[in-house]
């Protein structure tokens, strides 16, 4: 079965040495000199190409030239030497370029022989002869190069030079091709020079355009050429733009200006304007995203390489420091974990404190033979002491049983050391309990600190991906509206996301252009994020990043308890992270300056755990045993909402708050309170609601005051319901207003409401 890849290789290789050989066959010096066929078919074989393909197709090539007897002769004879140094080749051999040289010069015999020992032409046989070793070299090493490194187009400055002298073979071999009204020359030129700005750098492009009119000028010495495709190379670097219109525009009016109104040997006509406008046709055609590819895989800095490979190195560093310092804090979360003690089960403890009271109390007794031999079970009496203590907080005499009065001497004995006892006890269960709840905290928030460390380094390991051509789409943009850029750098770190850093002057920041500009060219909706002073003088450095679907409006009423000059209520409406919203209620037990401490704590401390990145079962976990760690009631009722503004999801948590109302377009939605306050017991279960929100719609949250003055939740609803506004802050003043009217005026507990209306935002 035939191999279709093989083929194909093989033909392409045929197609390209036959151009090459062709081309090289034609190129001349002032059509006298003709020193670049046989070395470069030389250095094809020597870099593995082989001889049997470019024997036979240098011939052919050969004859071009003309098939006289003289030249059939010397071509075959050449042919002949490059067949034999194929066989220096065989099995991917390297070879020396001196021995390349040696048979250059072995294949130039034939021609020596007739132009030299049977001509007169001395001077250039000799000059044939030292330009076709000159040749071989450069043409051997560019081989070399390209087959070395086929997938990397970045060359040293040697390796440079000879690139160029292959553009300027195959330039002076195209030079001499003609083609009855129409110049393939011209038309090429035009191709390569409007290509050559798009993949290659300016300089490069320039460069180019002077080898290539160069090719014509060693043939006629005729410099026109080069003037010709200098200027519009000059032309085109220094005004190309993203829209290749503009380029191909730039580069006809250069040409028609040059073709007309200056004196060079060159003839123009209409002919010379198709062949332009032809040119630009076809470069037009070639899609942007091979020009890109091309441009990237050909034209990249290798300097660019090496700081991306130094990147990769520290972000690699980075993110296994941060898996490893994870490792570490989550150790610490087992370690603390395990060093929780806790109390005593109930029973065994009053076991304990029971047979301790006897021991104290009756191991000394004189009776004691006497009370352990009557019927009274003395251990059990103890034991119901104990349970009677711990249920009341003490025992008194009318606890004893009356038949323990009747027989022991020593009541107030046993009353003493029972509640001595459970006192002590008390105090040390208290005591470890704190411990414990501490050791849980701290363990808490070392599995919350390994958890936001873990997301870092999954964050770190995400690449990043730049854009060059909206980066020089936005500068050009920016630029035509007269704000000057000099930089622009656009990434994405995941598929939602992307950022824009531009460096403008100080007197553009404020400008809305930038954010229209740049939201225009990346496709989506983009804000400032950040306004910084750079290390350039006068410039600054303008960030953006895509814009949050939604956004969010926030009104708040609230007054506190009549008679008190603090409310108890604090509210918290804060932004997390460019994407997420949190609004929260927290009402602290009670009233006046007391309770608005406790719950100015509770929510300072919600607001930085969420700032800092914690989930939310941490948060409230740590919140909640901060208070209980306290000795003093310091218990809070939290209502909490927190929104994604990228897709309107919203979830709701609440511990000993009251309902919450999700107020649509003809509806309204009511969130259903639930657990225990913040900070009585160690463990808690908030209750959680997870809907999504729609366009408009406005969430209410409010404090106990405000539900306790509609007595149902069904008439606070349907109030909210009734009120026909999508303005947040004038429907929080409704309310409150309204609870206040149905109290005559009178605030029986703080009172506080906040709303936040969603709307999506358009570009």
């Known amino acids: 079965m035939v191999n279709k890849n093989l083929v194909i290789k093989y033909v392409l290789c045929v197609v390209v040495v036959a151009i090459l050989l062709s081309l090289s066959t034609m190129a001349s010096m002032q059509n006298i000199v003709f020193p670049f066929a046989i070395p470069i078919a030389l250095a094809l074989v020597f870099c593995n190409v082989k001889s049997y393909i470019v024997a036979p197709i240098f011939f052919l090539a050969s004859l071009i030239n003309g098939v006289a007897e003289s030249n059939l002769i010397i071509s075959g004879y050449s042919s002949c ?78 390796e440079a030079i000879c690139a160029f002298f292959i553009l300027l073979v195959a330039s002076s071999g195209i030079a001499n091709i003609n083609i009855p009204y129409f110049n393939l020359y011209h038309f090429l030129g035009i191709t390569l020079i409007l290509l050559s700005a798009y993949i290659f750098k300016k300089n490069q492009t320039i460069i180019i355009s002077l080898i290539y009119g160069l090719g014509f000028a060693i043939n006629t010495l005729e410099i026109g050429y080069i003037a010709l495709f200098a200027s519009i190379a000059l032309a085109v670097v220094l005004l190309k733009s993203e829209f290749k219109v503009y380029s191909i525009f730039i580069a006809l009016i250069v040409d028609v200006l040059f073709g007309l109104y200056f004196e060079t040997n060159i003839a123009y006509n209409l002919t010379s304007i198709l062949e332009a406008v032809l040119a630009s046709l076809i470069f037009i055609c070639v899609p942007n995203k091979f020009i890109q590819n091309l441009s990237g895989y050909i034209s990249s800095d290798a300097k660019s390489f090496g700081v991306k490979s130094i990147l990769d190195r520290n972000k690699t560093t980075m993110q296994n420091k941060l898996i490893e310092l994870s490792n570490v804090f989550e150790e610490m979360d087992i370690v603390f974990r395990k060093m929780i003690k806790g109390v005593l089960p109930i029973n065994d403890a009053k076991d304990m404190l029971a047979s301790e009271s006897c021991q104290k109390v009756c191991t000394d007794c004189k009776d004691r033979a ?16 104990v349970t009677i203590g711990f249920e009341r907080g003490r025992v008194t005499l009318l606890d004893i049983p009356p038949n323990m009065t009747s027989i022991c001497g020593k009541t107030s004995q046993i009353l003493i050391v029972i509640n001595q006892l459970i006192n002590q006890y008390k105090q040390y269960a208290n005591m470890i309990t704190n411990l414990d709840s501490s050791r849980i905290l701290i363990a808490e928030q070392l599995s919350g600190v390994a958890h936001i460390m873990k ?58 252009l930038i954010k229209a500009i740049v939201s225009k060219v990346c496709g989506n909706l983009l804000d400032v994020k950040d306004v910084a002073p750079s290390e350039i003088s006068g410039w600054s450095m303008v960030t953006l990043s895509t814009a949050s679907t939604y956004d969010i409006l926030f009104g708040y009423a609230g007054t506190s308890k009549s008679g008190e000059e603090v409310s108890g209520d604090n509210y918290s409406l804060l932004r997390i992270n460019d994407s997420k919203f949190m609004m929260a209620v927290c009402d602290g037990m009670g009233s006046g300056s007391r309770a608005d401490k406790t719950s100015e704590l509770a929510i300072s401390l919600v607001e930085n755990f969420y700032k800092a990145g914690f989930d939310n079962d941490i948060i409230l976990n740590c919140v909640n045993k901060l208070l209980a760690l306290n000795n003093e009631e310091n218990f809070t009722a939290l209502d909490l909402c927190v929104i994604d503004l990228k897709n309107c999801f919203a979830d709701f948590i609440k511990l000993g708050a009251p309902v919450g109302f999700i107020k649509h377009k003809e509806t309204t939605t009511q969130i259903n309170g639930g657990a225990l306050p913040i900070g009585i017991l160690d463990e808690m279960k908030p209750a959680y609601y997870k809907t999504v929100l729609n366009d408009q719609d406005l969430i209410v949250l409010c404090s106990d005051g405000v539900t306790d003055a509609f007595q149902k939740s069904e008439n606070l609803k349907n109030f909210i319901n009734n009120i026909q506004t999508l303005h947040p802050q004038k429907l929080a003043d409704e309310i409150l207003k309204k609870a206040l009217s149905l109290n005559l005026g009178v605030a029986n507990d703080d009172m506080t409401i906040i709303v936040g209306r969603v709307f999506q935002k358009f570009a």
């Open 81 to 158: 030497v490059i067949l034999f140094a194929g066989l220096l080749t065989y099995k991917n051999r390297e070879i020396k370029w001196w021995i390349g040289c040696i048979f250059v010069l072995l294949s130039e015999l034939a021609y020596l022989y007739f132009n030299a020992y049977l001509g007169t032409l001395y001077l250039e046989c000799a000059l044939t002869v030292v330009l076709s070793m000159l040749s071989f070299i450069c043409a051997y090493h560019f081989f070399k190069s390209f087959r070395s490194k086929p997938l990397v187009f970045r060359f040293s400055l040697d």
């Open 370 to 385: 006497k009370c352990f031999r009557s019927k009274n079970n003395i251990q059990g009496i103890y034991y119901d002491l």
């Open 455 to 512: 997301d870092l380094s999954r964050q770190i390991d995400e690449d990043i991906v730049f854009d060059n051509v909206k980066e020089s789409k936005i500068i050009d943009e920016l630029t035509f509206n007269d704000i000057i850029c000099n930089d622009a750098v656009v990434y994405q770190k995941d598929n939602y996301t992307t950022n824009v850093n531009i460096l403008v002057r100080n007197q553009d920041t404020n400008s809305p």
